[in-house]
């Protein structure tokens, strides 16, 4: 346990480390995380041999719980609203037509049996969430004609319909009698209805302030996307579409305290992606690669270029896409983690086939990322798609939460200059607003007309420094007998690039002037170029 969890360390501590200059990369960073697995697996530089298929399982299926919740958590139904039909019929009809064209290449160009070419079409049917989500946001890939929510929908809902077929093969290979339509209602009914039901009795708690602190709410939320799986799963339902559903539902809606759940479920999503794609690179054996490279590559090739294209066009033919639409929902449909998963669960119940299935299956997944993962950019910018005055957050509910303004106050005392001003007489930059007055027992949401008067305290917003690989901030004690005691700060030498721009004093804070006087125990926070020297210490 202790090799395990020193191993678990240094590949998040590598990853966080590389994260910086992974979005810089042409390629995925996903990919690199299986490659990185690779490296460090049986054939790899470490020799570490893993090829426990029940952990990865485990380990994987949990994890996909988080990245669909957050998936879904993050949809904005706004945005989405006008693609949600075309989304919903390539979830469910497209994995279906994606299913059937493979299966039957699979059999008629590879000359596996029906049930074999059944089982490797339904695994590989669903278009992956979290290679969309990642490549989507990583991007910044915002599409025309709402494309980013289209693809994001489609992949965040898609994983039932292929589950559901993949279970019917493996039911088929093992003999048992499964009645399809029976299977399909009851895996989308339950899995619908329990997301549903768990994300309002959620709202419902959280509305109601049954928590004592920020941290139990936060670990409540959590407790619910497990449940969310769980439950609809032990009662025959699809917990991934319950999951989905579940965070869709929640992420509409107004909650306290939004954006710390914001903030906690991206790292534990982030954390889950790395875990996923590293654990798959540490599980597969490359040297036994080879055998299933040509099937597929060929399997891929037809996906890519032949049978996701075909499906795409018929089922998207009533909605009249441009063909640049067309073209780039084509290329999107990238294969990944669920894939992988559905083929490691068919291979723990006993799912023989020609080719090893989770070598074949990772092979296709590794060649999908590779190649239209790392394509879809340029892809969309060849057709046109790309919306250069769109961002991509903004098809996503946590923009909201987590957007680039940032609110600051200003205290009127009685010499203030802008005391018996209007707003619109005040010499205001045009990206910085007045949104706030608190004027004694009142507030007031201002306009131009609006006069200041003395003791307001003014609410004003701004858009938030983002380049903080240059600036950052320090904290300096003045410690008892140091010779800025009692100086002023226009007194202290400080570089060009340097400026104190806060005092803490005790429970004071205070925003610094020139005639600032400093006292002893006052902590200073110093803002400086990141390539500046650190200036003296106290």
């Known amino acids: 346990m202790n090799e395990a969890l020193l191993l678990m360390g240094c590949v998040i501590l590598l990853c966080t480390l ?7 990369l042409a390629v995925p960073s996903l990919l690199i995380f299986i490659a990185l697995g690779m490296c460090f697996g049986e054939n790899g530089l470490l020799r570490i041999p893993f090829d426990d298929y029940d952990a990865a399982n485990v380990i994987c299926s949990a994890s996909l719980i988080f990245i669909m919740f957050y998936g879904g958590f993050g949809t904005n139904l706004n945005a989405a609203r006008p693609v949600v039909v075309q989304s919903v019929v390539l979830s469910t009809l497209g994995v279906a037509g994606t299913a059937g064209a493979v299966a039957a290449f699979a059999h008629l160009v590879l000359g596996l049996p029906w049930v074999e070419s059944f089982l490797i079409g339904s695994v590989i049917s669903s278009t992956d969430a979290a290679s969309v989500f990642n490549i989507l946001r990583s991007k910044k890939l915002a599409l025309k004609y709402h494309t980013d929510s ?39 009914a339950i899995g619908a209805l329990g997301g549903l039901l768990l994300g309002k009795l959620a709202i419902w708690s959280l509305r109601r302030g049954m928590f004592p602190s920020e941290q139990s ?15 609809p ?26 954006r710390n759940l914001v903030h906690f479920f991206d790292v534990v999503t982030d954390v889950a992606q790395v875990l996923i794609f590293f654990l798959l690179g540490l ?9 299933v490279l040509l099937p597929a590559l060929a399997i891929m090739v037809f996906l890519t270029f032949l049978a996701r294209p075909a499906v795409v066009s018929v089922l998207m033919l009533p909605f009249r896409p441009s063909l640049a639409q067309v073209g780039v929902v084509s290329w999107a449909g990238l294969r990944g983690v669920a894939s992988i998963v559905f083929a490691i669960m068919a291979v723990l119940q006993g799912a023989e086939t020609r080719y090893n299935l989770f070598n074949l299956v990772f092979c ?35 923009y909201q939460e987590e957007s680039d303004i940032d609110f600051i106050k200003i205290h009127l005392d009685k010499n203030h200059p802008w005391n018996g001003k209007t707003l619109k007489e005040l010499p205001l930059p045009s990206d910085l607003l007045v949104v706030m ?27 938030a420094f983002e380049d903080r690989e240059n600036l950052s901030l320090q904290e300096i004690v ?52 990141s390539a500046a020297p650190a200036p003296a210490s106290a």
């Open 217 to 231: 709410q936060t670990i409540f939320v959590f407790a619910v996307v497990i449940l969310s799986y769980a439950l």
């Open 364 to 398: 296709i997944v590794l060649l999908s990322i590779s190649l239209q993962g790392s394509l879809l950019p340029r892809v969309s910018a060849k057709l046109h798609m790309i919306d250069h005055t769109a961002d991509v957050s903004k098809t996503f509910n946590d």
């Open 18 to 24: 590389m994260g910086r200059y992974l979005d810089r």
């Open 233 to 258: 799963t032990v009662l025959g339902g699809n917990g991934y579409l319950s999951s989905y559903l579940c965070g869709i539902y929640m992420g509409s809606t107004k909650l306290p305290q939004k």
């Open 478 to 529: 003045v410690e008892k007998g140091h010779k800025w005691v009692g100086r002023s700060l226009r007194q202290i030498p400080t570089r060009s690039d340097t400026l104190i721009v806060m005092v803490k004093r005790g429970n004071e804070t205070i925003i610094p002037g020139g005639s600032t006087i400093l006292q002893a125990g006052d902590t200073l926070v110093i803002a400086q170029s």
């Open 283 to 291: 599980l597969v054996t490359p040297v036994e690669l080879p055998s």
């Open 437 to 463: 007055i608190a004027r004694r027992e009142e507030t007031i949401v201002p306009n131009g007309s609006t006069v200041l008067l003395p003791g307001d305290l003014l609410v004003l917003a701004a858009r």
């Open 150 to 188: 289209l693809l994001e929908i489609e992949s965040g809902s898609n994983d039932p319909i292929s589950y559901m077929l993949t279970t019917v093969a493996v039911g088929i290979m093992g003999g048992q009698d499964v009645f399809i339509p029976l299977l399909l209602v009851q895996q989308i």
